[in-house]
């Protein structure tokens, strides 16, 4: 990991991101919420990326990993502005956003704000608008009460909070009550195991989005993190399938 390097957001906090330049579209891999870019998945495709010779982008979110500032003033709306400042800074060519959990949905407002460059989109448990469906009534008022709400974290010692700017801003980014305005071709993976999204996410996305070109893999086994040998080799299948798709076109 002694390539990191940083670029500056116009406010001077700096987003700790990897970059390896390469041919065709480069890869964009985006983590779940409170996760960073030394995670299995995407430290696999950086790998995997620079061994065949296409570009990859690698990041922390502000307030994660390596990266500026405070956890608790994260939002959607401001991460998607750092991927976005980091692909127009970073990726001279069109680019392919790699969404795990809350990464995927990230990668659909990244996807709308970049339209032009994108070629496509990989989501990994994907879980667009778990503001909404994640949370009960009671929850719900006391985040917008302003409270901060704890959840238990399977993965580590310390519960997991989500901060009443973070809800009311995932609120207002919903995807799932329309139709998404993407026409990329889109890969969907997600474990039927999933204790944290249910796997019924990614059928309702597949349904919402535009394009006609998604494919939806179901992993019977699979939970939700899908870090496991086998499935780090089919997320790595199923996106060199997908730069074949494009290079045949």
């Given amino acids: 990991m002694n390539d990191i390097q940083f670029h500056a957001m116009p406010d001077g906090r700096r987003i700790a991101f990897r970059h390896t330049p390469g041919n065709g579209p480069t890869l964009v891999f985006l983590p779940g919420y409170m996760s960073d870019m030394d995670g299995g998945k995407a430290t696999a495709l950086y790998e995997w990326a620079k061994a065949r010779g296409h ?3 690698l990041l922390d979110y502000s307030g994660c990993g390596r990266s500026d500032g405070d956890f608790a003033d994260g939002t959607l709306s401001r991460w998607r ?5 980091l692909i127009e800074a970073r990726v001279q060519d069109r680019f392919i956003v790699i969404g795990s959990s809350m990464g995927g949905w990230l990668m ?3 996807g709308l704000a970049l339209e032009e460059r994108l070629a496509g989109i990989v989501g990994i448990a994907s879980a667009p608008d778990f503001t909404d469906w994640g949370r009960d009534a009671a929850e719900k008022a006391r985040l917008q009460a ?3 709400v704890f959840d238990e974290n399977p993965y580590g010692p310390e519960p997991t909070p989500m901060h009443s700017a973070f809800w009311a801003d995932g609120q207002a980014q919903r995807q799932l009550t329309g139709t998404i ?3 990329a071709p889109v890969r969907l993976l997600h474990g039927q195991r999933d204790a944290d999204v249910p796997w019924e996410i990614s059928a309702r996305l597949a349904e919402a989005l535009r394009s006609d070109d998604v494919q939806v893999t179901y ?7 899908l870090s496991r040998p086998q499935d780090i080799a089919l997320l790595l ?5 997908l730069i074949d798709d494009l290079e045949a076109e």
Avoid: F, Q
């Avoid at 502005?81 to 400042?85: P, Q, R, T, Y």
């Fill in 55 to 57: 570009g990859c982008l």
């Fill in 81 to 85: 502005d750092e991927v976005v400042a």
């Fill in 108 to 110: 659909l407002l990244v």
């Fill in 146 to 148: 302003g409270e901060t």
């Fill in 181 to 183: 305005a993407i026409d």
């Fill in 219 to 225: 992993i019977k086994d699979g939970d939700h993190r």
């Fill in 237 to 241: 299948r199923t996106i060199g399938g």
